[in-house]
């Protein structure tokens, strides 16, 4: 009577045993003051011009003449439009407002889309990998069983030092890819030339990339992609997933928006008409109030104040990746995304290296391991704390790091 596939998937464990840890650290030490560099979740707080939008949005929903409802399950022109004038016509792309979906997060719309799939679709992951694109698809059942650690039926396709963290073209065919630039975790990024492959390998293959752009705010490298659609050819292909989340500190209002290319097709259907037909069956609109802020990051003013947020992380990013340079270890991610990537020192595994972090120089990141089976030995460390918070936590991690490899061997011995 239940779905099986809700008992093959391994609780989430990752963020609940963090906090476990640090709390018990914290509650051991009450004294030290513990710098959370864990985080995947913005601090700064939302840009003025946002805000602003949002105050004339809830006086018109206090008069009757300026009340809205039920908005259009699309998303709302304004904004539709918006979207378009500020994240595609600048870059040569030719997405019209009609093939924006506005949404409540990404998260909701990469865990949505593997609904427009057969049950026996193939899929591919990079390895390590945000996990809700897997999550979504074991609990379709597409997945097979978890067994030591991987799932059977899916395809790893493992990003590591080997091959700078760049996801290879899978061996065999698969129907479905997800792909994710600025990669969270490991915070690098595809270039022009990695989705020029990508783009031609699913055309060959009659596959369909799904491209995660939640961090393309943080691309400053000109010579990057900022959307799949740059590429020629692309609309035929994929659909991409932005968010208002990381790039305009949205993750606590909620807005994202999903692009299905009216060109995008498979065996005589239009993907764009069964994304519309799903989107209006089972959602009813983001909220007016945030569509109204979401516009105002487009505003002069919004731009330039999200933009500033940014620079702030990406501040904060630089530090992260130069201290960790300086003590000798070698890092990707941190230029073109909030987060900075690295194999852990000394040999230690990725709870290991969590343990000292936190017990020797009271720093809190991510085990690489929670994001896959490639995460294994690594570590993510984020931009997203206060300039204050990182510039302390990058001098105890300067300190801290040359005289790890001889702790250890003292601990092995002991
Ligand atoms: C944070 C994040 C998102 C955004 O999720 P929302 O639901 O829009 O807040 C999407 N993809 C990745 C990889 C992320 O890290």
New binding site residues.
Partial sequence: MINPHYGNIPPSYLFSEVAARVSAYQDAHPDERVLRLGI??VTRPLAPAVVDALHDAVAEQASGESFRGYGPEQGYAFLRDAIVAGEYAPIGTAIAADEIFV????????AGVQELFAADATIAVSDPV?P?YVDSNALAGRLGEFVDGRWEQLTYLECTAENGYVPALPEAPVDLVYL?SP??PTGTSLSRADLERWVAWARENNAIILF?V??RAFVTDPTVPRSIYEIEGADEVAIE?G????TAG??GL???WTVVPKALTRDGASLHAMWSRRHATKFNGTPYIVQRGAEAVYSEAGREQVQADIDYYLRNAGLIRDALRGAGIDTVGGVDSPYVWFRCPAGLDSWAFFDVLLNEAQVVGTPGVGFGPAGEDHFRLSAFGTYEDTLEAVARISSLVPTLHSTTLIRSES
């Fill in positions: 995947g979740d949404g409540d997060g990404s998260k909701t719309d990469t945000y809700v994710c990669n969270n995660d939640a961090y997933f968010s208002f989340s990381k949205f993750t909620r807005c994202s």
